[in-house]
């Protein structure tokens, strides 16, 4: 049975998002709104999404900024712009701008051992004792956690018992790691004396005016939030994260998040040469997968071609329009996904409250953006007529 649908212009002014201006895409095409409205709502309508944010950049500016659907399919409350969406791992992306802000003030230097700036040993901290008796952990670096090169796992629970333990040599290849981000967390919280939460708010989320975004759950988002779906259009229960985490406890609105993406853009708060590092590719990613089994098989020269790799908290890859790079959320009930093309000054976010909404991700870049560059298979953005067969 089809969800229904309800196509929504930006918040409580319908006629505006009709006037927008036109976008540019990367493959020189013009879009009109109504292009785009057309095409979300069409595969919005073919792959079962609820509700859908895009962001469309120009000129290193939000240029469209357009909410689709529902974030509450049973009371039929539609996602706006303004609507508190769980981030997931874009909350990695807004981290590591924090921390390349603390690098360009010299407090923290990002190939210094972690383990310098701790007053005790990791290990006899409760949430990484599991380390004692493997000196590995005192060869970690900052730029090996926003690399995800630690050699320590995406996350200790998956693991059978559950502890935390080296899949390979720190510094040896890429493997996503949360956990690498977190220890990262701990050691900025320690060098500057403040929670993640005080830290974001003076340094990201009050300047840049994103005043609906937090990395723990506030009162302020109690009267307008969304509910992540299944494949089958049933709700998830809402969590609502009390306590901080680089690596994914982010929640914030389309709005907010599209302010954020031009602020990178436009290298706010960071120096020219601390976002160029920030953004630059650090390390090669040459597997099938980002998740998965297939994380740690060799793949095709597909990869290759487009050199993908990771920066400093952000993927990369190289594409017929130049460098690009690339950070992406995902967790039961929640699709999100942006890309920036530094060159050509032009980006897009995609977010969505659907465990479905990342099957339509590769044809929204390539017809909204122009984008057939970026890794969709690595990405496991699986188009959803595909899926299903």
């Excluded at 992306?93 to 003030?105: D, N």
């Excluded at 901080?244 to 914030?252: C, M, V």
């Excluded at 998965?292 to 990869?303: E, F, K, M, Q, R």
């Amino acid at each position: 049975m089809r969800l229904p649908l309800l196509a929504l212009t930006l918040a409580a002014a319908p006629a505006l998002a009709q006037q927008a201006p036109a976008f540019h895409t990367l493959d020189g095409r013009t879009l009109r709104p109504a292009d785009i409205d057309r095409t979300v709502q069409q595969l919005m309508d073919s792959a079962l999404v609820p509700g859908l944010a895009v962001a469309l950049l120009e000129n290193n500016k939000v240029r469209y900024l357009h909410t689709y659907g529902y974030r509450n399919l049973a009371t039929k409350a539609p996602l706006e712009p303004q609507t508190a969406m769980y981030g997931a791992s874009l909350s990695k992306a807004v981290f590591a701008y924090l921390v390349m802000q603390l690098v360009q003030e010299k407090r923290l230097d990002l190939d210094k051992p972690m383990a310098g700036y701790l007053p005790k040993p990791l290990p006899d901290y409760e949430a990484w004792r599991d380390l004692a008796g493997d000196d590995r952990w005192q060869r970690l670096t900052a730029r090996m956690a926003l690399t995800h090169t630690t050699g320590l796992p995406n996350w200790r629970w998956i693991a059978p018992d559950k502890k935390l333990r080296f899949q390979f040599e720190p510094g040896a290849r890429y493997g996503y790691s949360g956990e690498g981000l977190q220890l990262l967390q701990l050691v900025v919280e320690t060098i500057t004396g403040q929670t993640l939460v005080q830290l974001s708010e003076a340094r990201v989320f009050g300047p840049l005016k994103m005043s609906r975004t937090s990395y723990v759950w506030q009162p302020a988002f109690e009267q307008n939030y969304a509910l992540g779906y299944d494949e089958q259009g049933q709700p998830f229960e809402k969590r609502k994260r009390t306590k901080a985490g680089a690596a994914g406890s982010l929640e914030t609105t389309p709005a907010d998040y599209a302010a954020f993406l031009a602020a990178v853009m436009q290298g706010k708060g960071l120096t020219p040469d601390a976002k160029r590092e920030m953004t630059l590719r650090q390390v090669r990613i040459p597997f099938k997968a980002q998740f998965g089994p297939l994380a740690a098989v060799a793949a095709p020269d597909s990869n290759r071609a487009i050199r993908l790799g990771y920066g400093l908290g952000w993927g990369t890859f190289e594409s017929p329009y130049g460098p690009a790079y690339f950070k992406e959320g995902h967790d039961d009930g929640w699709e999100n996904h942006s890309v920036v093309f530094g060159d050509r000054k032009v980006g897009l976010l995609l977010m969505g409250n659907s465990s479905n909404a990342d099957k339509i991700f590769k044809a929204l870049l390539e017809r909204l953006l122009g984008d057939r560059a970026t890794p969709w298979q690595w990405e496991n953005y699986v188009p959803y007529q595909l899926a299903e067969k």
